[in-house]
């Protein structure tokens, strides 16, 4: 079993800034990629951000320019950066791994348990 353990979530002004961590540990061979999505009350869960093992990255048109996706393959751990924060970044985000058991040499996709940000105009 592989979880993942998300921080950083909270309260900000808009404008504001956060950064989100967050920890995978357990049966772990590689990761191929993390990421993170984020869910809106009454609105579909949506990729913000993804980096994958060599470094590789992509987002979401409407955080282009603002937010900034990391990791450290080392500790096994993506973050994201959210600087001048807006009311519509308000959600629950949600940490996502791609990763390949250390047991079955198998890849599974995991999601964390959420952390919410709100962001207050």
């Known amino acids: 079993q592989v979880q993942l353990v998300e921080s950083g979530g909270g309260l900000v002004q808009a404008g504001g800034s956060l950064r989100l961590s967050c920890a995978a540990s357990?049966?772990?061979?590689?990761?191929?990629?993390m990421g993170w999505y984020r869910q809106a009350p009454g609105k579909q869960r949506e990729l913000v951000a993804v980096?994958?093992?060599?470094?590789?990255?992509n987002y979401a048109d409407s955080v282009k320019g603002r937010f900034t996706i990391s990791s450290d393959n080392a500790k096994n751990t993506v973050y994201l950066q959210m600087n001048n924060l807006k009311p519509e970044d308000t959600a629950v985000y949600y940490c996502?791994?791609?990763?390949?058991?250390?047991?079955?040499?198998?890849?599974?996709?995991?999601w964390g348990q959420g952390t919410q940000v709100t962001v207050s105009s």
């Open positions: 996502n791994a791609d990763v390949v058991d250390r047991v079955r040499f198998v890849m599974q996709t995991y």
């Open positions: 357990g049966r772990i061979f590689s990761i191929n990629a």
């Open positions: 980096i994958t093992r060599g470094g590789s990255t």
